[in-house]
């Protein structure tokens, strides 16, 4: 699995970091954490307001930082 948190390292962008790791990591998962920094990239996954989540290559969340608990919900 590929988790990808879409922003240009802002507080916001660390914290989504930190709860996405702890998520994967509660659930036992084999993943990858990519921190796409490139705004043309980001904005190749249509997304226009960081922080966001991106799993397997899908947004699931932008513009807020969703709490492990939340992430865990979308990683399933």
């Known amino acids: 699995m590929k988790i990808q948190?879409?922003?240009?390292?802002?507080?916001?962008?660390?914290?989504?970091?930190?709860?996405?790791?702890?998520?994967a990591q509660e659930l036992g998962l084999d993943f990858e954490l990519e921190k796409v920094t490139d705004i043309n990239k980001i904005m190749g996954f249509g997304v226009m307001m960081t922080p966001a989540l991106a799993v397997d290559g899908t947004v699931k969340v932008v513009g807020k930082v969703p709490s492990s608990e939340e992430i865990k919900a979308m990683l399933k």
């Not at 948190?5 to 998520?23: H, R, S, V």
């Open 5 to 23: 948190i879409l922003g240009t390292g802002c507080p916001k962008c660390k914290k989504l970091a930190e709860n996405a790791e702890a998520a």
